[in-house]
């Protein structure tokens, strides 16, 4: 009779550096794009090139969606009937252009409380731990 093999250990997990700025900076991209996808649709319709520039601008390069981080989210937002899409036709190329539903107006007005009051929090906790002094000058982001 013949023993049953034991199954090889599971590869670890890959360690996460919590002390590294990159990996903090990287949670919070990840969080805020959604975010930020609201915000500048909330100005108007847009294709999804103009909205991950547009994102780019308003955060000052804090927040950068790449195409594969913002389609998903727009087809997420679609799903849920945050935004519509409309097809046209702009120089002669075909392209999805996505608007805000009301939907989608009153979940940009809820997360933009729920990030205000995170900031709130986030400012009293930097004036509490002297975080103020410890950012590097002229730069909003890294």
């Given at each position: 009779m013949n023993?049953?093999?034991?199954?090889?250990?599971?590869a670890p997990a890959p360690r996460v550096d919590y002390a590294s700025r990159?990996?903090?900076a990287g949670t919070i991209k990840m969080g805020l794009s959604k975010f930020f996808i609201l915000r500048v649709l909330h100005d108007g319709?847009?294709?999804?090139?103009d909205i991950a520039r547009t994102v780019e601008r308003t955060t000052g390069g804090c927040c950068?969606?790449?195409e594969g981080t913002?389609?998903?989210?727009?087809?997420?937002?679609e799903a849920g009937g945050f935004v519509t899409v409309t097809e046209e036709i702009v120089q002669g190329r075909q392209r999805r252009v996505y608007a805000l539903t009301e939907a989608g107006r009153a979940a940009f007005r809820v997360a933009l409380d729920a990030w205000m009051e995170v900031t709130a929090a986030l400012q009293d906790t930097g004036r509490a731990f002297g975080a103020a002094g410890r950012t590097t000058a002229g730069s909003r982001c890294r």
């Amino acid at each position: 009779m013949n023993a049953p093999r034991p199954s090889p250990a599971p590869a670890p997990a890959p360690r996460v550096d919590y002390a590294s700025r990159d990996y903090w900076a990287g949670t919070i991209k990840m969080g805020l794009s959604k975010f930020f996808i609201l915000r500048v649709l909330h100005d108007g319709p847009m294709h999804g090139y103009d909205i991950a520039r547009t994102v780019e601008r308003t955060t000052g390069g804090c927040c950068s969606p790449t195409e594969g981080t913002i389609y998903p989210v727009l087809r997420e937002f679609e799903a849920g009937g945050f935004v519509t899409v409309t097809e046209e036709i702009v120089q002669g190329r075909q392209r999805r252009v996505y608007a805000l539903t009301e939907a989608g107006r009153a979940a940009f007005r809820v997360a933009l409380d729920a990030w205000m009051e995170v900031t709130a929090a986030l400012q009293d906790t930097g004036r509490a731990f002297g975080a103020a002094g410890r950012t590097t000058a002229g730069s909003r982001c890294r």
